[in-house]
């Protein structure tokens, strides 16, 4: 069974800089999609971005595309969070979860495991 481990997570002034990871153990992650979502609080879990198998494929939401990157290293079983120029409202547990059949979508009922996140923290 896969165990997801996500990683990364801080207190960072707007405007910095974080990267976040997601390990996964028990088995490669190679052929798993992956997402990242972020939930803050008193609001409703997000989805934020997602990568394919490959690592060739990859979809954001709007709230942070350009500011925020998604990509892997399979060789590690490793999926990465870049975020760049981080405002509060960033601010959020961030958590990763993986799809076994090529989903990295916004649904997140089709996503079957989930990492117990990482809280990152924008002070303004």
């Known amino acids: 069974q896969v165990q997801l481990v996500a990683a990364g997570g801080g207190l960072v002034q707007t405007g910095g800089s974080l990267t976040l990871s997601c390990a996964a153990s028990?088995?490669?992650?190679?052929?798993?999609?992956m997402g990242w979502f972020r939930q803050a609080p008193g609001k409703e879990r997000e989805y934020v971005a997602g990568?394919?198998?490959?690592?060739?494929?990859?979809s954001y939401a709007d709230s942070v595309k350009g500011r925020l990157t998604i990509f892997r290293d399979n060789a590690k079983n490793t999926v990465y969070l870049q975020m760049n120029s981080l405002k509060a409202e960033d601010t959020a547990v961030y958590l990763c979860?993986?799809?076994?059949?090529?989903?990295?979508?916004?649904?997140?009922?089709?996503?079957?495991?989930w990492g117990q996140g990482t809280q990152v923290t924008v002070s303004s």
């Open positions: 990568i394919s198998e490959s690592g060739s494929f990859r």
């Open positions: 979860a993986v799809n076994t059949r090529g989903y990295y979508g916004a649904s997140q009922v089709h996503y079957d495991l």
């Open positions: 028990g088995r490669t992650s190679s052929n798993l999609a």
